[in-house]
């Protein structure tokens, strides 16, 4: 190896790592702080899990949290099942205007949230939907479609229709074709997209807070009144137990469905 490519190969090395850095430190340090005594994050480092035993009794909080996580599977199902039907038809059918309709998935992305926001606000109110859980799941699943729509396409791209071409000449059944060679073939789009939504709404906080009814917040709009009256290392507590409970799946769906790809 010459020094020229030694220089190069560890140049590109050294800015992976500081962009993995840029990513995962400030994350690592919060983790961090939800087990130190202290509420004002002073050194030296004392563990503990008094802030883990103060969000046990932090009713608000944790009913926030459930919220979340009910509003966002529900999102995740209802957003993935609706996207990826609507990306089979986009990827076998002949549509008019089919260009034009995947155009348009891509403004819902690119449109700021608080604008989405008041505008479903007032549009819900018009057609007499309101404020309310129901509203918040509408809400949540018209900002995950497009991400559904997107990534399950990009999968189907590969072709799976072929193979249900193949498989019916070999005399599968259309049903039998479609559940025994392509919906396996679909299967890391359609688990990608449907983490993509249940992120998407679990994190949503521009939508929760215009649409929910007075009583009910979601996590993001808990911890947002949470730090205007005064931040406590509960919500490090919290964020933690998230954040491993989160990449824990991801790992685990990533090594089930190979997202990295085979080495």
């Given at each position: 190896m010459t020094g020229g490519s030694a220089w190069g190969k560890w140049t590109v090395r050294g800015y992976l790592l500081l962009t993995l850095l840029f990513l995962y430190l400030p994350i690592v340090v919060m983790t961090l702080m939800a087990f130190n005594r202290s509420p004002l994050y002073q050194l030296p480092f004392e563990f503990d899990f008094v802030w883990f035993r103060a969000l046990a009794g932090n009713d608000r909080l944790i009913q926030a949290g459930l919220n979340s996580v009910g509003l966002a599977a529900a999102n995740?199902?209802?957003?993935?099942?609706?996207?990826?039907?609507?990306?089979?038809?986009?990827?076998?059918?002949?549509?008019?205007?089919?260009?034009?309709?995947?155009i348009l998935l891509f403004p819902p992305i690119t449109i700021p949230w608080l604008i989405i926001g008041t505008s479903m606000l007032i549009f819900f109110f018009w057609i007499g939907i309101g404020r309310g859980l129901h509203a918040m799941l509408l809400g949540h699943v018209a900002l995950s479609l497009p991400y559904v729509i997107v990534v399950v396409g990009a999968r189907l791209k590969g072709g799976s229709h072929q193979l249900e071409e193949a498989a019916a000449t070999l005399g599968a059944t259309p049903w039998q074709a479609f559940w025994r060679v392509s919906l396996?073939?679909?299967?890391?789009?359609?688990?990608?997209?449907?983490l993509f939504a249940f992120a998407v709404s679990f994190d949503q906080f521009v939508i929760s807070y215009f649409l929910a009814p007075p009583g009910v917040s979601t996590l993001p709009v808990e911890i947002y009144a949470a730090i205007r009256k005064g931040f406590t290392p509960e919500i490090n507590a919290i964020s933690a137990l998230i954040i491993l409970v989160s990449m824990g799946l991801m790992l685990v769906f990533a090594r089930l469905y190979r997202f990295g790809g085979e080495r």
């Open positions: 995740m199902v209802v957003a993935t099942g609706i996207g990826t039907l609507a990306a089979i038809a986009l990827d076998r059918y002949r549509i008019r205007g089919k260009a034009l309709l995947q396996p073939v679909m299967a890391p789009g359609v688990v990608a997209a449907g």
